[in-house]
Nanobody
Framework: EVQLVESGGGLVQAGGSLRLSCAAA????????IAWFRQAPGKEREGIVC????????YYADSVKGRFTISSDNAKNTVYLQMDTLKPEDTAVYYC?????????????????????WGEGTLVTVSS
């Protein structure tokens, strides 16, 4: 059974940092790109990061480029999202997802309808 479980969300002041984790089970990273999305209240789900170990490539949306960094621990089948210099507008539920169509994800950014699997999400709140 494929499973994605996010953790690490919480409350942080503007300018602070958080690290989110996405633990994957039931598949290997070589077969899927791993993406992070976020959804703020009243807004559409936004794809912000996508990485492919097989392709050795990563996409960052402009809204997070230079502040967020994705990494992975292959032994633990876990992907991390390091979020620095957080802003109140980063407040959202953050989801990780897996996309078999790896090229499109890292070339053009993650798209909601392209994802094959989703986690349940973890809430990040950034106070001003």
């Amino acid at each position: 059974e494929v499973q994605l479980v996010e953790s690490g969300g919480g409350l942080v002041q503007a300018g602070g940092s958080l690290r989110l984790s996405c633990a994957a089970a039931g598949f290997t990273f070589d077969d899927y790109a791993i993406a992070w999305f976020r959804q703020a209240p009243g807004k559409e789900r936004e794809g912000i990061v996508c990485t492919s170990r097989r392709l050795g490539s990563t996409y960052y949306a402009d809204s997070v480029k230079g502040r967020f960094t994705i990494s992975s621990d292959n032994a633990k089948n876990t992907v991390y999202l390091q979020m620095d210099t957080l802003k109140p507008e980063d407040t959202a539920v953050y989801y990780c997802a897996a996309d078999r169509g790896q090229m499109g994800c890292v070339e053009y950014g993650p798209h909601y309808y392209s994802m094959d699997y989703w986690g349940e999400g973890t809430l990040v709140t950034v106070s001003s």
